[in-house]
């Protein structure tokens, strides 16, 4: 009789990243650590894993996303309350969601997130996909030449500048001065190295991302304007549609993303757990 580790079946989602996961559950992971071990090879090697028809109990999904590591708060988003850790991202007719643009979380932060775990609760009947780009694969695929000029850059990442449509709203500055105060304007290498797997990555994004230290504005804004579109090319991303139940974890450190907001002014509802750093960039 087969294992639990080898009752875990993989299909590749695109070229470049993702994979969905069958033959396990949230709960055998979190209570095994050979099939944690297994499942955290597999995320470091294929970037997002996807994992369909899943208990949507909170406490459950709270103790999935802990065995990767420490949960870390976010300031701008409320939590659940029977299972704290799990933060609610809601989008309704009043309260559309405000983030359209690729991003890999809080790398505003000087310890940004190692993973983040999202799980459909509520989903629309059409739309709502979430899209994930390998920066990986991005770098890999630019010329010998881009590469050696982009390795020694670093690039200036920023809470307000994310953030500035909700600090524009009433109130918005007054609620979010702690989370300024907190974090102010940091740098981070242009280029990434992984650290379980050594890859390099191209390490900036449209929503935090402000310029590249030491290159004149119209230079910058040009380079950072091309690494942009250049990682989030068709074929360094896989697509995923939304069942309820399903559960998706992805390495801030490899990937960027993007909700697609094209279901208004449906409801959906989703649970979020994001994972600390392991250290500074």
Not at 73 to 88: F, K, L, M
Request: charged content about 20%; some cysteine; aromatic content about 8%.
């Amino acid at each position: 009789m087969p294992t639990a580790v080898e009752q875990i079946q993989i299909q590749r989602a695109a070229g470049a990243l993702g994979a969905f996961v069958t033959g396990t559950s949230l709960a055998d992971i979190a209570a095994s650590d050979a099939l944690y071990r297994r499942v955290r090879e597999l995320l470091v090697r294929h970037e997002v894993l996807f994992f369909r028809d899943q208990e949507r109990a909170p406490e459950v999904f709270a103790a999935f996303a802990k065995t990767f590591g420490k949960v870390l708060g976010h300031p701008a988003y409320t939590t659940v309350p029977e299972a704290p850790d799990v933060q609610i991202l809601e989008s309704t007719a009043d309260n559309p969601s405000k983030i359209e643009v690729w991003h890999s979380d809080m790398t505003f932060m000087q310890c940004p997130p190692s993973f983040t775990l999202l799980q459909g609760q509520i989903i629309p009947p059409a739309g709502g996909d979430t899209v994930w780009a390998s920066a990986t694969a991005a770098f890999d695929a630019l010329s010998p030449q881009l590469q050696t000029f982009l390795l020694p850059l670093q690039a200036v990442n920023d809470f307000r500048h994310g953030f500035r449509e909700s600090l524009a709203e009433p109130g918005g500055a007054e609620r979010l001065a702690p989370a300024i105060a907190e974090n102010p304007p940091i740098v981070h290498p242009l280029i990434r190295r992984h650290p379980e797997t050594g890859r390099k990555g191209i390490y900036v994004n449209a929503l935090f991302t402000t310029q590249i230290v030491g290159l004149p504005a119209k230079e910058s804004e040009a380079v950072l304007t091309f690494l942009y579109r250049h990682i989030v090319a068709e074929e360094h991303t896989v697509r995923l549609s939304w069942q309820p139940g399903t559960v998706a974890i992805w390495d801030n450190r490899s990937t960027q993303h993007k909700p697609v907001n094209d279901f208004f002014p449906q409801h959906r509802l989703m649970h979020r757990v994001t994972l600390t750093g392991d250290k500074p960039v």
